[in-house]
Structures are given as C-alpha cells and as structure tokens.
C-alpha cells in the first residue's frame, strides 16, 4: 500500500461518527493578548460584534500550522496534503463533506477595549493629516489601518481609521480523538508560539500568550528548533506551502515588539540621514524607468533590481517631490498573482518582548515575472546576485547576503545599527 494511502487509512474511518465511539481527548488553556488585536471579525479590518475570539478563526491557524508541521507527509501532492488535512480539520473541497474531528469551545474571559492606533489630526500648514499614536503600534505597521473608501453621496474618497482592541483574554477547549493527538497537539504548540488571532499577526498584532505567562519570557531559539525537530520529517512539501524546518531561520529579538518594528524600519529604508536618499536600489530604478526624477535626484545606484519585493507584495512606492519632477505612485506586484504573503514572522512573547522572528519557507517568491505598475508597465526582477549584493550598502553591512530577509536577521543578530 502507498505510504501516502496508508496515512489516509489511519486517519480517514468510512463514516465520520465513528470518531464519537473512539477515546478522546480535552486540551483547556487561556490565554490572554499582549499586543492589540485588528479585525478578526467576518469583515476585514473588523472585531468580531459578538466576540472578540471566534472558534471557526482559531481552527483556521490551526489548520495553517498543522500544514507548515506536516505537510512533509504528503511529499509533492497538494491533493494529497488536502486530504490529509481534512480528515483532521474537516472540508467540503474534496468528493465529499467531511466534519471535522476536532471541536473548539471558546469563553471570552475579557472582551478588552477599543482604541485607536491612528487619528486624523493636522500639520503645520493646517492640512488634514492622519497621526500615530505610537505606544499603540508603531506607526510602520500600523498603516494597514487606514482604509481608504469613496463617500456614496459626494463620490470623493475618504479615510476610514479602523480600532483595535486591546486586553483581550479567552479560554479555549479543544476535544479531539487520541489519535490525533500528536497532530493536534503540535499544531497548538506552533500556533501559541508562532501565531496569534486577527489579522496581521506576522506583524506581530494579536499575539497570545499563556494568561499566566511572566510579562519578559525567557525563550532560546535552539529549543524551539528541538521541539520542531520531534514534529517534523526529511521530506518535500507540495510547491508554495509556507512551512517550518529545524533548519528555518529563526531569531529571539530580545528588545519590545515597538523596538523591533523600528528596526525593521531602520533596515527597510535604510537612507543618509532621515531625509536622505535611499541605499536601497529601487527608487532610482523607479526614476529610470519612468525617465522621470527631480533635479538633484538623477538615478545613479549601479543595481537595476527590486530586492526589497522579497519582503512580500505588493509595494507602493512614494515619492515626495512630485511637484518638482519625482514620480508617481508605483505598485510592485506579480504579473498574475498581486500578492505575496510575507515569509517573515514577528511573534512578541511578553508585553516588553522578547520577540520572536521567524521566516516560513516554501512560499519565498511568486511565479515569475515581477513588474512595476504606474503610468505604464515594467518588468523587474528581485534576485539578486552575490555582485549585485555588494553594491547594496544595507547588504554589504552584513558580508554582501543576496537574501534580504536572512540579511535583516543577520543585521539583527550583529546589534542593529547602521
């Protein structure tokens, strides 16, 4: 018998309410958040009316993690992996409707409250701007909540600045059959450490931790990797699934998730100065492109790339001088697919850190090809090679690393200065 329809054998039985007659099990934890939580309702950018924690989004991550655990099970088979997948967590893709076998109860212990990250305000010049408030969430992530609509009556766009909440905690009850221990069990490990509920979470919004969890956890990344160690096998996920090895790239920031988030931000936009140009390639190649740049500004860095697109798509890219000759707004998405998750994880563990920071792989990069989208299309590329790497000076400050993202956390790891 195929290994891959023996696995199905042990966790398919012919009738569903078989499940019922065999021994089961109950998990019960709580949990309580230490960073707000965006959305999580059944609307985007919305908490949920009735509760803050919905069971159907826990089984979700559930679901996701379980994928990144074991997906080496079903070597190169997405059918395979689906199916295997539902016989756990249930499905209706497949030939047929399957509930699944694990039940999730959920008492919300603490609803928290709203608050507003962001608020419209005014500058200098009396103009109508939105402003942070950053002992909320740093301003470079919290950008994702401003929602930009068109007002039906005047047809003219307007901002939406969506809440969060903060000081969340839930009990949750998992009961499923013994077994499927090992895989419930693992897929909750993975979710407590690398996840979070709402959206956002690999910004680090929504992170749980244990209700009675100290508020500065000591965590080693050697002993996350041991314990993926026990879960994970040698073997091939199907193409694109993000998944994590004993082998992942993983690193324990041991400042606040705000200290972090501005590191990223250092890295990102990594310029002379703060109103300096960038070392970044890409707004030159912009200007290039579009032939379009204000005096002073010609395009002059040797790399003809879009690097930073390995961060996750898509990108706009803004130019402040428009009136003098910059360009417009330009999008960096893929040709047929727009948008890439980011393979980089924040997970905070405390209220004042440490944070986590983790990279999934297997959905590194969209299918080729990657273009630049604003007053006319470009193809672009956003590999690098090693020469390429050396005349990017964020790169070089780390031994020229072609890779981004191993290059961030590298920089992290040598102490995060410029």
């Known amino acids: 018998m195929p290994r891959e329809a023996k696995l199905l054998r042990d966790l398919q039985p012919d009738d569903t309410r078989l499940w019922e007659k065999k021994p089961m099990e109950t998990i019960e934890r709580k949990y309580r958040l230490v960073t707000p939580l965006f959305g999580g309702g059944v609307e985007p950018f919305k ?69 507003h990250p962001l608020y419209l305000g005014t500058n200098h010049k009396g103009k109508q701007v939105v402003k942070h408030r950053k002992e909320i969430a740093h301003p470079y992530i919290a950008f994702s909540l401003e929602q930009k609509i068109k007002d039906k009556q005047t047809g003219k766009e307007k901002k939406i600045l969506h809440p969060v909440k903060q000081g969340v905690a839930f009990e949750l009850k998992i009961t499923y059959p013994t ?43 050697k002993e996350l990797r041991d314990k993926l160690d026990k879960y994970v096998e040698a073997g091939q996920w199907p193409e694109g699934v993000p998944h994590l090895t004993p082998d992942s790239q993983m690193y324990v920031f041991p ?119 604003g007053r006319g299309t470009f193809e672009v590329g956003v590999e690098l090679t090693p020469d390429e790497a050396r005349n990017i000076e964020p790169l070089m400050a780390v031994g020229a690393e072609p890779d981004p993202i191993k290059a961030f956390i590298k920089w992290l790891e040598q102490g995060g200065k410029q």
């Open 255 to 373: 400042g606040s998730w705000s200290k972090l988030v501005e590191r990223y931000q250092q890295f990102r936009q990594w310029r002379n100065g703060p109103r300096g140009r960038s070392k970044w390639p890409e707004p030159d190649e912009i200007r290039r492109l579009t032939k379009t740049y204000s005096p002073g500004h010609e395009p002059h860095h040797p790399v003809h790339k879009f690097p930073r697109g390995q961060f996750g798509l898509p990108i706009i890219f803004h130019f402040k001088d428009k009136k003098n000759g910059d360009p417009d707004d330009t999008t960096l998405k893929g040709e047929n697919f727009e948008r890439l998750a980011s393979p980089l994880g924040f997970k905070p563990l405390g209220e004042n850190g440490p944070v986590l920071v983790y990279v999934l792989e297997g959905n590194r990069r969209l299918p080729e090809p990657y273009v630049l989208a």
């Open 47 to 115: 908490a949920d009316p009735v509760t803050a924690v919905r069971a159907s989004e826990i089984k979700s991550h559930l679901r996701f993690w379980w994928r990144a655990l074991f997906g080496w099970k079903a070597a190169d088979s997405p059918k395979t992996l689906l199916e295997l997948e539902e016989a756990i967590w249930g499905g209706v893709s497949t030939t047929k409707s399957r509930a699944s076998s694990v039940k999730l109860a959920i008492k919300l212990l603490a609803s928290g409250e709203e608050v």
């Open 179 to 221: 077994a499927l221990k090992q895989d419930v069990e693992a897929a909750l490990w993975a979710w407590e450490t690398f996840g979070g509920i709402g959206g956002r979470t690999r910004r680090g919004f929504g992170a749980i931790v244990p209700l009675d969890s100290p508020e500065q956890p000591y965590v080693k990344a």
